[in-house]
T-cell receptor, first 118, second 112 residues
């Protein structure tokens, strides 16, 4: 079974600063997908960024980027120029490559609560 | 945009009641999922379905069942609600080729 570990239950960052959220995972698979989701107080889960394990290049979406270290099984999220709207729970998630349709469910970490301070 | 709609945002039920949580998606997605979210535990998979009338257990299926009679609707059933099922319940759907999930906005269930 895959496990996803987020070692920082809570973090805070000053507005406009940069913050990095950590995530490690454990798997014996070679092909898989990694995700970061954001859940603001509205409770809506929003996809932040996605990384395919076979791609060496780190994914980037505007102010959000990842540092994917496949050998170390590490997948950290960097948020640059933090904004008040970034305040949310952030979940790291793992999905192994699709075999049978039902086999590609997401496994989530326990989450990191990020507060952006004005 | 794909929409996943959960019928109730908040729900209060009594111990021993049979509870139905409904989830509907409008984009013909094959896969649908029910998660439970608790503070400090993240999201845990209860059940999922990859086709009509098909279901598979997730990590914590005890005390729950599901029904998928139509492709767009996936129901979570608590046969006899207990206080330890007080939680946030999230439904999601996914199109097989993309593997991208769309989540509902959650049902916060309180069992008293």
């Amino acid at each position: 079974a895959q496990t996803v570990t987020q070692s920082q239950p809570e973090m805070s960052v000053q507005e406009a600063e940069t913050v990095t959220l950590s995530c490690t995972y454990d798997t014996s698979e070679s092909n898989y997908y990694l995700f970061w989701y954001k859940q603001p107080p509205s409770r809506q889960m929003i996809l932040v960024i996605r990384q395919e394990a076979y791609k060496q290049q780190n994914a980037t979406e505007n102010r959000f980027s990842v540092n994917f270290q496949k050998a170390a099984k590490s997948f950290s999220l960097k948020i640059s120029d933090s904004q008040l709207g970034d305040t949310a729970m952030y979940f790291c998630a793992f999905m192994k490559s699709a075999g049978r349709a039902g086999s590609y469910q997401l496994t989530f970490g326990k989450g990191t609560k990020l507060s952006v301070i004005p | 945009d794909v929409k996943v709609t959960q019928s109730s945002r908040y729900l209060v039920k009594r111990t021993g009641e049979k509870v139905f949580l409904e989830c509907v998606q409008d984009m013909d997605h094959e896969n649908m999922f029910w998660y439970r979210q608790d503070p400090g535990l993240g999201l845990r998979l209860i059940y999922f379905s990859y086709d009509v009338k098909m279901k598979e257990k997730g990590d914590i299926p005890e005390g729950y069942s599901v029904s998928r009679e139509k492709k767009e609707r996936f129901s979570l059933i608590l046969e006899s609600a207990s206080t330890n099922q007080t939680s946030m319940y999230l439904c999601a759907s996914s199109l097989l080729p993309t593997r991208l999930y769309t989540f509902g906005s959650g049902t916060r269930l309180t069992v008293v």
